[in-house]
């Protein structure tokens, strides 16, 4: 088994923003698409680690793309974008982030709309939505 890739630290917002770069488009054709699903799944691939999880979410500009992707991705790309916003959702800092880059906007439009050949994407929907509206007590 190969170990996975660790983001270290100096780099990791220029690998970021430079994975995601070709994600800022407004028109979403087809291979735009297509190669949305495929960043979209390296981006879930990436955070398979801790400690890419935490270096992704001290980038704002980094979750937007993801959270574009609910709305304009095909359903596989919807399915792996939400369990992205899941795993971001864990961290504290990242609801912030997420909500203000309309992401629970998005999250719920999965929910209502929802992926016909994925249905495990509106679960995921459900659980992040969940995840962002928790708030911790702090002792």
């Known amino acids: 088994m190969v170990d996975p890739i660790i983001l270290t630290s100096g780099v990791e917002d220029h690998v ?3 994975l995601l770069s070709p994600l800022i488009v407004t028109d979403y054709n087809d291979t735009i698409q ?12 990436i955070l398979y680690h801790e400690d890419n999880i935490i270096t992704f979410a001290k980038n704002p ?7 574009e992707a609910l709305g304009t991705g095909n359903a596989n790309t919807q ?12 961290y504290t800092p ?3 982030i997420i909500a203000n ?3 629970l906007k998005s999250l719920l439009h999965v929910v209502e709309k ?3 050949n994925y249905p495990e994407a509106r679960i995921t929907a ?7 509206c928790v708030i911790k007590k702090i002792d």
């Open 16 to 18: 970021i923003s430079l």
């Open 34 to 45: 297509d190669l949305q699903e495929d960043l979209i799944a390296t981006v879930f691939n």
């Open 61 to 67: 500009d980094a979750v937007i793309p993801v959270i």
């Open 79 to 90: 399915s792996t974008a939400a369990a992205i916003i899941l795993k971001l959702s864990t």
């Open 94 to 96: 990242d609801r912030v």
């Open 101 to 103: 880059s309309e992401g």
């Open 114 to 116: 929802g992926c016909k």
């Open 126 to 132: 459900v659980e992040a939505v969940f995840n962002l």
